[in-house]
């Protein structure tokens, strides 16, 4: 009785208060002005990431994404691969969550994302982006490797594309901003107050509460890390395997 309370009760609760901005407008700020706990949590990354050749374009204040959640991006690029990085920050009253990302836009139009994201997203993949979430890599270097090799055997005879110098975070923005009008296109939301934000459709409530609740959530987790645990697998054994073609 009580989960069908929630999966009755919760699409109601959810789509009366979700929100999505329509517009990102990062603003740079000063590490220092983040919250002692915030700063615990990004500073270390940069030295980290500046030590696999990214350089450190900023920290950046990008407003509530999402109601009652502020994010931070620290924002990095590797000049010489065109592959990006950063660190995110999401601070909701009480809660604080980050995870590191690397991120690189391939000539055929695809981009492949390898995060340390353990929340899995409660709508429908974007196409055009590939994503990989690893929560147990804790470690800047390790993900990277990761990342390269999924490059290798993913983006094959692709080139990876940049950025003009000085415009770096505005591929950040174009994704921030592609995710309601995308959502919109899918049936899960449509814009609202005067083109300022996206609210929820009955659709998206009901598919993304549902989604989020048990037993669906526990066999989605499941299922997704086993997953990414046969995708590493499989990593292993080509890097096994062209070394012994080597």
């Known amino acids: 009785m009580a989960v069908g309370f929630f999966h009755v009760v919760g699409p109601v609760v959810v789509r ?10 990062p603003v740079l700020i000063p590490l220092d002005e983040l919250t002692p706990a915030a700063m615990k949590l990004m500073a270390p990354r940069i ?41 995110t920050l999401m601070m909701s009253p009480g809660k604080m969550a980050s995870y590191f990302e690397f991120s690189t ?39 990277y490797e990761v990342h390269q090799q999924l490059l290798a055997k993913y983006a094959a005879g692709f080139s990876a ?52 609740l048990w037993p669906t959530v526990f066999l989605r987790k499941a299922l997704y890390r086993q997953e990414m645990r046969s995708e590493l697998r499989s990593l292993q054994m080509r890097g096994a395997t062209a070394l012994q073609k080597a």
Request: proline share 4%.
């Open 16 to 25: 009366s208060t979700f929100r999505a901005t329509a517009r990102c407008k």
């Open 47 to 87: 030295p980290e990431m500046q030590a696999l050749g990214f350089e450190w374009l900023g920290c950046y204040d990008c407003g509530e994404l999402t109601n009652d959640a502020k994010t931070y991006v620290a924002y990095f690029l590797n000049r010489n691969t065109n592959d990006f990085a950063n660190v």
């Open 161 to 212: 594309l940049g950025e003009p110098k000085g415009q770096e975070i505005e591929r950040m923005v174009r994704v921030v901003q592609n995710y309601g009008a995308r959502h919109t296109q899918i049936g899960y939301m449509y814009l609202a107050e005067a083109g300022e934000s996206y609210r929820l459709t009955w659709k998206g409530a009901i598919l993304m509460t549902w989604r989020a």
């Open 105 to 143: 836009k391939l000539s055929n139009g695809m981009t492949l994302e390898t995060n340390t994201n353990g929340i899995l997203p409660l709508t429908p993949d974007n196409p055009e982006i590939r994503v990989f979430r690893f929560h147990k890599i804790l470690q800047p270097q390790a993900l």
